[in-house]
């Protein structure tokens, strides 16, 4: 018998502008795999596409909650790159992000009936160091107990909505609410400042831009930022040069943290306005993707994260025109993560043909 | 004179094409808070839909919306898409629909299970299914050779608590020594949890087992272990048709043709609806015969009592855990009192959760 033998080297030579199109490749193939979907089960593809990616951002409301949706998942992502970049692999986004709601939450509630404008800024500052708190345990438990950050942080997702889950149902809930699992409607003066009348975007948006500015400024002006990225491209080299590992993955899980908790804040203070248990549609876990969709870089991961937030508003819109079932959404993020991993297992690496050679089992 | 009569013609031709349009173009959206496949909750809004569809009405639903921010978009897409009767069907949607309803007077809200009705184009329905408890304690209380019945509670509100009274009182009035164990899983939804509590209440000691969730997981784990159960939101049967004695199904189909006609007629009127056997909007799966021709026939019986109001639920005395009085000897309670519910009575084990 003879077998086609491959052998699959590393690339030395990656064109930068190739780098940083496959994304782009990535959604275009999505859009082709869509359409192809769309057409098997029995829709027009052009017209489906449409639904998906056009009908929610043709109206102002529709920008304004395309914003909405993508203001959580840019800074989440933002903050996951700081890990990501020197291979700390955070995985609990949506712990930390639900965390940093309970305690920018409890705060809320302690001001509740209370006017000033001191208290929205001293909410959205508990809410990042409730979650930038959370994040410390995985990184010291790594750092000084070597064990794995990404069960850790992962495991720890569970007790934070646990945890949310006691208090709302417990002690935070409602008084006049029926024993119903939420807590009362935050005062006036604890909610995030709505920029247009009849819209839901609202100044957490500023937080954000500001957020990707300083992490880019981090990340290429500072001597942290050097230590992050070469301690991602190899870690023996960042020893070799006498970086202190310890304190730095300390300080990009605690970015991560604060980053995440901040959107919890933003949430929960912005469209929603109150604790409950779903305070966040797994935000923390979707981010991930957004930041290897961006490149885990700054300007990539604000257009990433208005890409997958359009794949969420789209699934809702195809479902009310169309009634695809609401899935679609989540097959078309798939599909961009699996284009954008696949082509760039292309970039990296080739695959060699080494001809017929007889099989000597 | 002349020049009146032709307009006020006019106007009215004008408004007929209009109304005649809007008959045509009228629609009704639902927004579920699961999947249409869940074989609980959803899926009976999702037939009461279908019921609907088929009275010739034009529908459209959207699954498995989280009840968090992303609602109060899928609300106010549908009213902006064109619907003009929208029913969210899970309690989490209270606020958001309000909201929205504050912006689309002309469109007609209906939202189940709340008790915010802010604006005068929002509805809110349920149902009373405690009228099916009762029969459930009923048959679980001459079942039992344990005496203990086993509870799965999602929440602790009222409704909850109203179904774990129901179902004790019930089961007390056929056989005093019964005890009522509850093991609170905190959640609507998860087949995982939910044969966990199943599982825990069997191992101590109960023999019924029945749920105030959503999965089919509940009368799965009873049927493996050979102990009774009922089902919960449609007609459970065919997961466990040793063990399964009925079922309280959830039938929104009648109200929501009814009000889907009334929106598009133009009849509809701001209302809190709260239907029961009688109406129809609880109802119950066949009996079991496994149970015995005689426990049927009185279950029936009690069945058409409660349908016809001869019989009540909370018919007193009713005590509450202490012993202190709740309903006095002769008298029912009012919707009132059984709209905020919030102790137990006596003979249910443990503390409500606070």
């Known amino acids: ?67 909405v949706k993508a203001t959580p998942l840019c800074l989440i992502a933002i903050g996951l790159s700081f890990c990501f970049k020197s291979n700390n692999w955070n995985i609990g986004a949506e712990g930390q992000l639900i965390f940093g709601g309970i305690v920018g939450g409890g705060v809320a509630l302690l001001f509740y009936n209370h006017d000033g404008f001191y208290v929205l800024p001293i909410i959205i500052l508990s809410g990042a160091i409730g979650g930038m708190l959370f994040a410390m345990i995985p990184a010291i438990l790594k750092t000084y107990f070597n064990t794995n950050e990404i069960l850790v942080s992962l495991m720890l997702v569970y007790v934070a909505k646990l945890l949310l889950d006691y208090l709302v149902v417990g002690p935070w809930s409602n008084p006049e609410g029926f024993n119903f699992p939420e807590t009362r409607q935050f005062s006036e003066s604890a909610r995030m400042p709505i920029l247009f009348d009849g819209l839901r975007i609202h100044a957490g948006i500023f937080i954000t831009l500001i957020t990707v500015f300083l992490s880019w400024l981090i990340l290429y002006k500072t001597y942290l930022g050097f230590q992050i990225k070469v301690s991602g491209l190899s870690l023996k080299t960042a020893k070799y040069a006498g970086y202190k590992g310890k304190t730095m993955i300390i300080i990009v899980f605690m970015i991560s943290g604060a980053c995440a ?26 981010a991930i993707i957004v930041a290897f969709l961006g490149r885990l870089n700054p300007v990539g991961i604000i257009f990433a994260s208005l890409i997958v937030a359009l794949t969420y508003l789209g699934a809702e819109t195809a479902q009310i025109f169309l009634q695809v079932p609401k899935y679609t959404g989540q097959v078309f993020q798939g599909m961009i993560l699996f284009f954008l991993l696949g082509s760039d297992y292309l970039l990296f690496f080739k695959i060699k043909f080494l001809g017929l050679k007889k099989n000597e089992l | 004179m002349y020049k009146n009569f032709l307009r006020y013609i006019i106007s009215v031709l004008f408004l007929l094409g209009v109304s005649g349009q809007a008959n045509a173009d009228f629609k009704v959206g639902f927004v579920y808070v699961g999947p249409t496949g869940d074989h609980g909750w959803t899926y009976q809004h999702d037939e009461g839909r279908k019921a609907v569809e088929a009275a010739g009405i034009k529908t459209t639903y959207v699954e498995s919306v989280p009840e968090g921010a992303d609602a109060e978009r899928v609300i106010r897409q549908l009213a902006q898409s064109g619907h003009d009767l929208i029913f969210t069907t899970s309690f989490g949607y209270m606020d958001p629909t309000n909201k929205v309803a504050k912006d689309f007077p002309n469109v007609k809200f209906e939202h189940a299970t709340g008790y915010k009705r802010e604006h005068s184009n929002v509805s809110t329905y349920s149902a009373r299914f405690y009228e099916g408890r009762t029969l459930l304690g009923h048959m679980a209380g001459k079942m039992t050779k344990t005496n203990v019945i086993g509870y799965i509670a999602s929440f602790p509100i009222p409704e909850v608590i109203r179904g774990i009274n129901a179902m004790t009182l019930a089961a007390q009035k056929v056989n005093p020594d019964i005890k009522t164990k509850i093991v609170w899983v905190f959640t609507w939804y998860d087949p995982g949890k939910e044969s966990e509590a199943a599982q825990a209440l069997i191992d101590q000691g109960a023999d019924v087992i029945m749920q105030h969730t959503d999965s089919t997981a509940p009368v799965q784990v009873a049927e493996k272990a050979g102990v009774w159960s009922f089902g919960q939101a449609s007609d459970m049967q065919r997961f466990a048709p040793k063990s399964i004695l009925t079922s309280i199904i959830d039938d929104w189909a009648p109200y929501y043709v009814e009000r889907s006609i009334a929106a598009r007629d133009g009849t509809w009127k701001q209302q809190d609806t709260w239907h029961g056997l009688k109406e ?70 443990g503390d409500i959760p606070q």
């Open chain 1, 1 to 67: 018998m003879e077998v086609q033998l491959i052998k699959i080297e590393k690339r030395n030579d990656v064109s930068r502008s190739i780098y940083f199109l496959t994304p782009v490749l990535a959604i275009f193939l999505t859009l082709l795999g869509g359409g192809i979907i769309f057409y098997i089960l029995g829709f027009n593809p052009i017209e489906a596409l449409k639904f998906f990616f056009i009908t929610p951002i043709s109206d102002l409301y529709g920008l304004s909650e395309l914003l």
């Open chain 2, 280 to 349: 129809g909007m609880v109802a119950m799966a066949p009996y079991n015969s496994a149970m015995g021709s005689d426990l049927v026939k009185e279950v029936e019986q009690l069945q058409k009592d409660l349908a016809s109001g001869k019989t009540h639920s909370f018919t007193g005395p009713i005590y509450d855990q202490k012993g202190n009085i709740l309903v006095a000897e002769g008298s029912v309670a009012d919707d009132g009192m059984l709209a905020g519910m919030n102790v137990y009575v006596k003979g249910v084990e």
């Open chain 1, 261 to 286: 908790g901040l959107a919890g804040v933003g949430e929960i203070t912005g469209p929603i306005g109150q604790l409950h248990r779903n305070i966040s549609p797994d935000y923390g876990f979707t």
